[in-house]
């Protein structure tokens, strides 16, 4: 059974970037048909798609954020990661990854979150 | 304006049958999904493509589609089964979106 875990500073402060991983266990991230996402939940926008990748490198973006996202992956470490730059407080939120299966489902399975807070 | 269209909260009677409707114009074209998340907790997967049961998931757990309406219905409900509950679909450029969830209070 595939698992994610999120891990990442907690708090970072504005204009600065906030970085993320996340690392598969369970299986490889090379899967075929699977993808994996970034997700936020805020308390103010509810449940948020940032983007996913591929194993390949091939990336897709919700296009509200898509100018300060960048997702990547480490095939080597089973990883795959989320940098957010130019962070203001309206990014305080929990960051979630969680797998997808082309046919299926996009969310799949979740890691647990983390919450990140921006502030000074 | 929001693309999926949820009821911020249902209460129902342990044992009685729970409906939650989810409503946007893209659910027309595309499959609906629903996530069940208890506080504290990453949501959890109990409907995919409108109306397929995860394994695992109880089989009081059902999803019906018509028109741009998806619904969740939760038969014989139970205590257990007091959750926020979030539809999502993709839009018109494949960009994944959420409702913003429906709160089940079982009474």
């Known amino acids: 059974q595939v698992q994610l875990q999120e891990s990442g500073p907690g708090l970072v402060k504005p204009s600065e970037t906030l970085s993320l991983t996340c690392t598969v266990s369970?299986?490889?991230?090379?899967?075929?048909?699977?993808?994996w996402n970034w997700i936020r939940q805020s308390a103010g926008k509810g449940l948020e798609w940032i983007g996913r990748?591929?194993?390949?490198?091939?990336?897709n973006f919700n296009p509200s954020l898509e100018s300060r996202v960048t997702i990547s992956v480490d095939t080597s470490k089973n990883q795959f990661s989320l940098k957010l730059n130019s962070v203001t407080a309206a990014d305080t939120a929990v960051y979630f990854c969680?797998?997808?299966?082309?046919?299926?489902?996009?969310?799949?399975?979740w890691g647990q979150g983390t919450l990140v807070t921006v502030s000074s | 304006s929001y693309e999926l269209t949820q009821p911020p909260s249902v209460s129902v009677s342990p044992g009685q049958t729970a409906r939650i409707t989810c409503s946007g114009d893209?659910?027309?074209?595309?499959?609906g999904f629903w996530y069940q998340q208890k506080p504290g907790q990453a949501p959890v997967v109990v409907i995919y493509?409108?109306?397929e049961r995860p394994s695992g998931i109880p089989e009081r757990f059902s999803g019906s589609s018509s028109g741009s309406t998806v619904t969740l219905t939760i038969s014989a409900v139970q205590a257990e089964d007091e959750a926020d509950y979030y539809c999502?679909?993709?839009?018109?450029?494949?960009?994944?979106?959420f409702g913003l969830g429906t709160k089940v209070t079982v009474l």
């Open positions: 493509k409108d109306t």
């Open positions: 999502q679909s993709a839009d018109s450029s494949g960009t994944y979106v």
């Open positions: 990748i591929y194993a390949s490198g091939s990336t």
């Open positions: 969680a797998f997808g299966i082309d046919g299926f489902t996009p969310f799949d399975s």
């Open positions: 893209t659910l027309a074209k595309q499959y």
């Open positions: 369970g299986g490889s991230i090379s899967r075929s048909k699977y993808y």
